[in-house]
T-cell receptor, first 112, second 115 residues
Framework: QKEVEQDPGPLSVPEGAIVSLNCTYSNSAFQYFMWYRQYSRKGPELLMYTYSSGNKEDGRFTAQVDKSSKYISLFIRDSQPSDSATYLCAMIITGGGNKLTFGTGTQLKVEL | ETGVTQTPRHLVMGMTNKKSLKCEQHLGHNAMYWYKQSAKKPLELMFVYNFKEQTENNSVPSRFSPECPNSSHLFLHLHTLQPEDSALYLC??????????????FGAGSRLTVL
């Protein structure tokens, strides 16, 4: 079993849709949960991070963590074509070398 | 220049060639990383350097040889590679959050093709 599972997609949605991107994980010691966005021919860039369970909102983006279910989500409201990218979830066990464990990434395409 | 810069952006090499990838960061970070990104696979951590000292070698084959002459520069020397080494090689640098967790800033990557 992989430590972090993420559906690679591709996921195609119409402009304006609400997008839900998800990851599940197996190690309950993960404490920080991050979402990176990677445009084609670019490196990943940090979008948001959350600590432990709960929600965090930043503009059209909401990150949600449910540690009891070992499940994290990224919601994108009013999706735009510029949101088309690959979204990678990543997690850290702090104090354990602080190494990031990544999911495979979900490719998202927002169509006009 | 700002951020993390990687050169070359694209590299094609034969299995007997020797080449190097270069990474430079202008963020004042103390940690630098090499990751391998292959299609449909999670990012694979290869090497970590903290204050120029290698602190992580994730069982990487010796045909990949890292070098970190200072906190701003990182190299990946390549020799006698295999076709399965074809991938996007990402460099990153990091700063710690107050908790100690690291936030990575990535370069655009070097796309390597081994013939």
């Amino acid at each position: 079993q992989k430590e972090v599972e993420q559906d690679p997609g591709p996921l195609s949605v119409p402009e304006g849709a609400i997008v839900s991107l998800n990851c599940t994980y197996s190690n309950s010691a993960f404490q920080y949960f991050m979402w990176y966005r990677q445009y084609s021919r670019k490196g990943p860039e940090l979008l948001m991070y959350t600590y432990s369970s709960g929600n965090k909102e930043d503009g059209r983006f909401t990150a949600q963590v449910d540690k009891s279910s070992k499940y994290i989500s990224l919601f994108i409201r009013d999706s735009q074509p510029s949101d088309s990218a690959t979204y990678l979830c990543a997690m850290i066990i702090t104090g354990g070398g602080n190494k990031l464990t990544f999911g495979t990434g979900t490719q998202l395409k927002v169509e006009l | 220049e700002t951020g993390v810069t990687q050169t070359p952006r694209h590299l094609v090499m034969g299995m007997t060639n020797k080449k190097s990838l270069k990474c430079e960061q202008h963020l004042g970070h103390n940690a630098m990383y090499w990751y391998k990104q292959s299609a449909k696979k999670p990012l694979e951590l290869m090497f970590v350097y903290n204050f120029k000292e290698q602190t992580e070698n994730n069982s990487v084959p010796s045909r990949f040889s890292p070098e970190c002459p200072n906190s701003s520069h990182l190299f990946l020397h390549l020799h006698t590679l295999q076709p399965e080494d074809s991938a996007l090689y990402l460099c990153a640098s990091s700063h710690p959050l107050a908790s100690g967790a690291n936030v990575l800033t990535f370069g655009a990557g070097s796309r390597l093709t081994v013939l």
